[in-house]
């Protein structure tokens, strides 16, 4: 091919036809110009497809640690599922020295001994951050939303984790610097302890002050990352066109069937309750307010409302019951 180029200029220089060479001479530049306008195109295209595929992967990888974080709240569900029929018990005087010695409320003897941390990560999203200018445009959005998870809403359960460290770690420097019954054995130091817990208001009070901590702070503001999490989740799945339902999130389907319809309020039959199911997740809406709160299920058969009341949802010959705090619902007739 370049000798058939080379012939031609040989030819237009020999017949003297110096316009004509010049023609094209000027046509063979721009036809390497253009070889070489193409051939960065190409690179870029091709250097354009990796970034979008590292981008892709980096977003595939922070999906799965969604689905680790989604998991970690319903951990600190559970883990306040667990503690919350004792703190209520003890909040509201329902407690004596016989429930103590018995055993059978669990963590009634050891509710505010400990915390959970939630322990949320953000690896992916420090990946992500460090290759922000390969994002294509149409993943801008996605990088907006994880922004503000990671910088707002984690930040505040990532507060609550250290104070609850915080706050537990003084009750039992308390206790080991005022009270020798805090490291005994003995049988007087069971009942001086009981006798602690029976009698001194600071212990009730910082029960108080745990609960509020732990479910009012630290649970409270899980949920909320929780929702934007799955937000986040779906966002992503649909840019990488996966499927935007995990497990993780899913609510129990056996338990949404059972739960879906219409119930009342007991003693208050004209309260009406109902839970619906929406994108795979239930809710219960009562029929006074516009509003509706997210359910969770904890098996095998506790529940969780985003306004952090906990429900057991009771089988018996007298029909079913979901026991609440403070009120209970039974299926409407």
């Known amino acids: ?64 640690e969604l689905v680790s974080d989604i998991n970690k709240t319903t951990e600190i569900m559970e883990y306040y599922s667990l503690r919350d029929s004792a703190m209520y018990l003890i909040l509201t005087d329902r407690v004596s020295k016989e429930d103590y010695d018995k055993g059978e409320i669990r963590f009634l003897n050891s509710v505010i001994d400990n915390y959970n941390r939630v322990d949320l990560t953000e690896k992916g999203f420090s990946i992500l951050n460090q290759n922000l200018d390969i994002v294509p445009d149409e993943y801008k959005s996605i990088v907006k939303n994880l922004s503000s998870l990671y910088t707002i809403n984690k930040k505040w359960v990532d507060q609550y984790d250290e104070e609850m460290g915080i706050f537990t770690g003084e009750i039992q420097n308390y206790y080991r610097e005022n009270y020798s019954w805090f490291s005994g054995t003995s049988l007087s130091d069971w009942e001086s302890r009981l006798e602690y817990k029976l009698n001194n208001f600071r212990y009730r009070n910082d029960v108080s002050e745990y609960r509020t901590l732990g479910v009012g702070n630290q649970l409270r503001f899980s949920i909320y990352y929780r929702k934007v999490a799955i937000k986040c989740y779906q966002e992503i799945a649909m840019l990488l066109n996966k499927p935007k339902y995990d497990e993780s999130f899913v609510f129990n389907q056996e338990a949404s ?33 516009e509003g509706r709160n997210e359910v969770f299920w904890l098996p095998p058969s506790k529940l969780i409302l985003d306004n952090l009341q906990y429900g057991t949802l009771i089988k018996d010959r007298d029909g079913d019951l979901i026991k609440f705090n403070g009120f209970e619902l039974k299926r409407a007739d």
Do not use: C, H
């Open 1 to 64: 091919m370049l000798r058939f180029f080379r012939q031609i200029r040989q030819r237009l220089l020999t017949d003297n036809k110096f316009s004509k060479y010049l023609l094209y001479a000027i046509g063979e530049i721009l036809l390497v110009v253009i070889g070489i306008l193409i051939a960065l195109q190409i690179d870029n295209w091709n250097e354009e497809r990796k970034n979008e595929e590292k981008v892709r992967t980096i977003l595939s990888d922070l999906m799965d």
């Open 257 to 289: 069937e059972y739960l879906i319809g219409d119930w009342e309020v007991v003693g208050e039959p004209e309260t009406k309750i109902s839970f619906i199911e929406d994108g795979k997740r239930l809710y219960l809406k009562d029929d006074i307010s």
